[in-house]
């Protein structure tokens, strides 16, 4: 079974400060993403990696960076956390895939962070 | 770069069969994911398309046409526990993100 777990479920912060959201994953993939999810907008893709230590930009990744130095885990961190950072993240993991096969480009998620940010 | 269409909110009743719309643009199409997300919780894998046609799995179908820009999901003999989130998402050629869509949230009454 695949199992991504993120480091909280519910997290409260005040504006400003340095947050870190944990990823890991046990399957060996290669592919690790961070989304958040706002209603009305769904799932927006912030970093994602291919690689350790190779990281690309998503679709809004503003105010964020991400490092992974291990292949299973992967970290989004908020430098300065806002209000408008207040969301629900979603981290996934997939194979690195070049195949048609479903197998190779499935996204397996974790069960999500809800950040609030005071 | 993409845009993803499908609609909002439907309504179904239970026993019944519902199809649920997603039409697209993009270049370098790659395949098509279906991913259902219930209330408070994480989505999870249905479907990914790659060739034209009707792909099923058991009460789900996918269906995709690509030069139409057109996918569908079809839900057989409704259950209640149907009730959540649907997202269709791209994934383009030569890369490994993929985008969603905005969801079409599903709710299926007696």
């Known amino acids: 079974d695949v199992k991504v777990t993120q480091s909280s479920r519910y997290l409260v912060k005040r504006t400003g400060e340095k947050v870190f959201l944990e990823c890991v994953q046990d399957?060996?993939?290669?592919?690790m993403f961070w989304y958040r999810q706002d209603p009305g907008l769904g799932l927006r893709l912030i970093y994602f990696?291919?690689?350790?230590?190779?990281?690309e930009k998503g679709d809004i990744p503003e105010g964020y960076s991400v490092s992974r130095e291990k292949k299973e885990r992967f970290s989004l961190i908020l430098e300065s956390a806002s209000t408008n950072q207040t969301s629900m993240y979603l981290c996934?993991?997939?194979?690195?895939?070049?195949?048609?096969?479903?197998?190779?480009?499935?996204?397996?998620f974790g069960p999500g962070t809800r950040l609030t940010v005071l | 770069g993409q845009n993803i269409d499908q609609p909002t909110e439907m309504t179904a009743t239970e026993g019944a069969i519902v199809q649920i719309n997603c039409t697209y643009q993009?270049?370098?199409?790659?395949?098509l994911f279906w991913y259902q997300q219930h209330a408070g919780e994480a989505p999870t894998f249905l479907s990914y398309?790659?060739?034209?046609g009707l792909e099923e799995k058991g009460r789900f179908s996918s269906f995709l046409s690509r030069s139409k820009g057109y996918s569908y999901l079809l839900l057989k003999e409704l259950q209640m526990k149907d009730s959540a989130s649907y997202l269709c998402?791209?994934?383009?050629?030569?890369?490994?993100?993929?985008?969603f869509g905005t969801g079409t949230k599903l709710q299926v009454i007696p």
């Open positions: 993009t270049s370098g199409f790659n395949g």
């Open positions: 990696s291919y690689d350790v230590k190779m990281k």
């Open positions: 996934a993991s997939s194979l690195f895939g070049t195949s048609g096969r479903a197998r190779y480009n499935e996204q397996f």
């Open positions: 398309n790659v060739l034209d």
């Open positions: 998402a791209l994934k383009r050629g030569g890369y490994q993100k993929v985008t």
């Open positions: 399957m060996d993939h290669e592919n």
